[in-house]
T-cell receptor, first 113, second 109 residues
């Protein structure tokens, strides 16, 4: 079934540890995104990629890094996790970054203690 | 700054009609989206408006007035499965998507 796969589904992490959230899509979409969703706030963009080989910073990029080595994969890395990074993380993709609709992965619930 | 406003929570009765409003202030406008998000799940696309007027899709309709910075999502013949959060999002002049915090819709029998 075509779509976006995120892993892990949930994770509890000690502060200071490094963590990579995985995201893979098989729809051959050019653009991919990482969002975090916190209670009472709208989705906030962390990083995005318009096409393989390029990445850009979103609204809340500090403490996170991404890479886009190919079209399908867009991992998000927390180099040294802090409790304020406790959130639900969604990966999304779209055909292009130009008003096309987003397709979301099922999300990763991350708790940093 | 850029801002999207929508009510935090609304309650409606099964079989009734509900209108969820969204007002926006953004630097430019390239389209407005509505997404549905059930608790614990990912958002899914509902509708897209770029021109003024009403877009109808089954029980759901979305309206846009660009001059007023205003949109609404109209849900008819409400079903229990419509209990969810509804997210309004606007694409600005840089094609950045600005999200509202969402409206939690509670459907009562």
């Amino acid at each position: 079934i075509a779509g976006i796969t995120q892993a892990p589904t949930s994770q509890i992490l000690a502060a200071g540890r490094r963590m990579t959230l995985r995201c893979t899509q098989d729809m051959r979409h050019n653009a991919m995104y990482w969002y975090r969703q916190d209670l009472g706030l709208g989705l906030r963009l962390i990083h995005y990629s318009n096409t393989a080989g390029t990445t850009g910073k979103g609204e809340v990029p500090d403490g996170y890094s991404v890479s886009r080595a190919n079209t399908d994969d867009f991992p998000l890395t927390l180099a040294s996790a802090v409790p304020s990074q406790t959130s639900v993380y969604f990966c999304a993709s779209s055909t292009n970054r130009d008003s096309s609709k987003l397709f979301f992965g099922s999300g990763t619930q991350l708790s940093v203690l | 700054g850029q801002n999207i406003d929508q009510p935090t929570e609304m309650t409606a009765t099964e079989g009734a009609i509900v209108q969820i409003n969204c007002t926006y202030q953004t630097s430019g406008f390239n389209g407005l989206f509505w997404y549905q998000q059930h608790a614990g799940e990912a958002p899914t696309f509902l509708s897209y408006n770029v021109l003024d007027g009403l877009e109808e899709k089954g029980r759901f309709s979305s309206f846009l007035s660009r001059s007023k910075g205003y949109s609404y999502l109209l849900l008819k013949e409400l079903q229990m499965k419509d209990s969810a959060s509804y997210l309004c999002a606007v694409t600005d002049s840089n094609y950045q998507l600005i999200w509202g915090a969402g409206t939690k819709l509670i459907i009562k029998p």
